[in-house]
């Protein structure tokens, strides 16, 4: 017999990691790792009833089968010569922070879209993010 859990209507609501990716070894396309850099995605957005807009955090919700836990692995900042330490001025004492393989990240986007397809999730129900900041968002 297989078990299979069901849908619920529970969502996970949160923020969205800044990442930075580590620099390119020679011949490759691709970064070996991200790293968090302590910070959260942020979007411009326009104040109500005004013309002026201001930075904020991201905050997306969604239906918690849409989440995909990545286990991330602990490292030392200052050990790094693949990264620029300057990225990570939002880590209080700058000192470690996580890390996730790209192999890893990519799997992990490959699964969630694979889970939306099956649930025939809605494109349009697919939040599009204009990050301020579009390196800091490479998921």
């Known amino acids: 017999m297989i078990m299979k859990a069901s849908r ?16 390119l070894s020679p011949g490759s396309q691709d970064p070996l790792s991200f790293l ?11 104040i109500p009833g005004t013309t002026e807009s201001m930075e904020c955090i991201v905050i997306v919700s969604v239906p918690s089968f849409l989440v995909e836990p990545i286990n991330p692995e ?6 790094r ?3 620029n330490s300057d990225d990570f001025s939002e880590i209080q004492g ?10 890893t990240l990519q799997a992990a986007c490959e699964l969630l879209w694979m889970k939306a397809v099956e ?6 129900s697919i939040a599009c993010i204009t990050p301020s900041d579009a390196k800091a968002f490479p998921y």
């Open 8 to 23: 619920t209507t529970e969502k996970v609501t949160g923020q969205l990691l800044t990442l930075v990716p580590t620099l």
């Open 119 to 124: 649930a025939k999730v809605p494109l349009k």
């Open 94 to 103: 700058g000192q470690s922070t996580w890390q996730v393989s790209h192999g």
């Open 81 to 83: 010569e693949d990264i």
């Open 36 to 46: 968090w850099n302590g910070g959260y995605i942020k979007a411009w957005s326009t």
């Open 74 to 79: 602990p490292t030392f900042i200052r050990l």
